[in-house]
Every structure is written in C-alpha cells, then in structure tokens.
C-alpha cells in the first residue's frame, strides 16, 4: 500500500462526509430557495479556516459541475454519491414529489409487519424529531410527531458548528465522523415526499449516507490509484467506470460461538454470558481495525 496518497484517502473522506452539509444550512436558511444546497454547504464551509480547502467537494459534488470542473476528486465523490443515494426509494413519478422542508425522517420500523392482520392494515408510520442523536430515545407516532421547522434546524446546526469548532485540534475523518453522528443521524437525507404515500417518506438519514459516500469514495480513490498510478490520465471514463467490479464486502465469521457463550455453569450465568459477549465484540473490533488499517481506510 505504499503508492497510496495517504492524505489523498484523507482529504477524499473529510470531503465525502462534507459533501452534502449544505442541505443542513439550506433547510436552516431564512431563504432556502435563494440557492442550491451546494452553494450553501460551500460557503459554510468557507468560516472555518481548517475546512475551506473542502468546499469544493460540496461546491461540486454534482454531475454537470463535477464533469465541467474535470477535478478528479471531485468527480470521485460525484461517484460516490451516485452509488449511495441508490439506496433512496424511488418516486415513481416526480410530478406527484415535492421538496418538503418540515418532513422527519421515517422511522424504518414503521414498514416492519409482524403478522397478515397488519400488512393489510392501514399504514402506520413513526417519525423521529429532528434532535441530537443523544437526546432521541424512540420515534414519535405521526397524529403526536411535530412537523420539523426550520428553526429546529437552525438549532441543530448551532451546535453543530460549536462542536467543529471544538475538534480542531483534533480534526480527522473519525473526529468528524463522530461529530456528524451526533447531529446528523435523526436527519432526513433527502425530504422528497409524496403527500398521499407516506410509506415513501425519506427513511435514510443524512448521516448514513454521508458515511456511505465517504466509504465508497476512499475505496474508488484506491482502486483508481492502484490501476492507474498516473492521476493526469485520470479520465472521466474511467472515473465513471461502472462495468469493473471495484468493491469487495467484507464478511467475518467466527466459528463455534455458540458453544464459547453458551457453555457456562449457571453459577453467574448472567455476569459470565455477558463477559463472553464483550469479549467477542471487541474481538470483532479488532478484526475492524486490522482489515481498515491494513485497507489504509478510515473507519
């Protein structure tokens, strides 16, 4: 892994995580239509000293301005992003969506049906407050879950920027990741609705995707480097590649851990499974760890 641009991985994943901040300020805006959210993500971006380098992920991170730009890194992340949002449901047709400020993010447990009497039921959907991941314990049921405002964005990013402010000193892809869990989890990605289906209400947070884009972008980055080490012949033909297969999931199983948590006395049973279970979780982790480091990827 020694022809990997480690700060290249770096900046590609702050940039990544980065990428889609506008939509957070947008929605907080007095004026949310005045621009797009990537104009808006790219001047907030701007106040802060150590990350003004990235706004040109945000600036940019589109299509039509990623390929006019022709900067790899961005188009990298363009990639990116078109690979997570497919995890987005689809509006079947557009005429019928609209851009919604004020909708949740659709609790996922809202489509769970436990036996037919519910599946043919009407649909009942929870929605989470737009809150700190720290102070949301459980979606709220739609007749009692406030409609978000934009001053509970307004809120939110508040402290948001007081928390960047604070990892300064310490300021990396993990520092960041932690900071956008905090705020970002109990935010729609994407708030597309369809007034009449409530079922397709935005479902992925803001967060989750962010972490995904950055994860594919670091691993495209790699491969990129790997097969052309030349980044000036770095084309958008090879950038938007979509025939080679250039991920690989990774799947750990550990054998026989059935028999290491259940094969206990009962004398301290409950304090035993639970030392076992630790264990094994920290095991995990460490396999993470290895596999990332050996990757050069950040968590």
């Known amino acids: 892994m020694n022809e990997i641009d480690d700060l290249k991985v770096r900046d590609i994943t702050i940039g990544a995580l980065l990428h889609d901040i506008g939509k957070v300020v947008q929605r907080a805006d007095q004026a949310p239509t005045s621009k797009n959210h990537q104009s808006f993500g790219a001047e907030w971006l701007e106040r802060f000293d150590f990350l003004r380098n990235f706004s040109g992920y945000a600036l940019w991170h589109h299509t039509r301005e990623a390929r006019h730009e022709k900067v790899p890194s961005a188009m990298i992340v363009n990639q990116a992003d078109m690979l997570a949002a497919g995890e987005r449901v689809r509006h079947g047709d557009e005429s019928y969506s609209s851009w919604d400020r004020e909708t949740a993010l659709l609790s996922l447990f809202s489509k769970i049906r436990i036996d037919e009497r519910e599946a043919e039921g009407e649909f009942q959907a929870y929605y989470y407050p737009l809150k700190r991941a720290d102070l949301v314990l459980f979606p709220q049921e739609e007749l009692h879950a406030e409609r978000v405002s934009r001053e509970d964005y307004e809120e939110l990013l508040e402290s948001l920027d007081k928390d960047i402010h604070k990892i300064k000193s310490i300021f990396g892809p993990n520092a960041l990741l ?24 935005p479902d992925i947070s803001l967060f989750d995707h962010l972490r995904l884009t950055a994860a594919i972008a670091a691993c495209l980055y790699i491969y990129l480097a790997f097969k052309e080490p030349r980044q000036e012949r770095w084309e958008e033909d090879l950038i938007y590649d979509m025939h080679d297969r250039r991920f690989l999931i990774v799947d750990v199983d550990l054998s026989g851990i059935q028999d290491f948590i259940y094969n206990i006395s009962s004398k301290g049973a409950l304090r035993s499974l639970r030392a076992r279970s630790f264990y094994l979780e920290m095991v995990c982790e460490n396999i993470a760890r290895k596999i990332l480091k050996e990757c050069n990827l950040e968590r």
């Open 178 to 201: 932690a900071v956008l869990e905090k705020h970002l989890s109990y935010v729609p990605g994407d708030t597309r609705v369809e007034r009449e289906n409530p079922e397709k209400d």
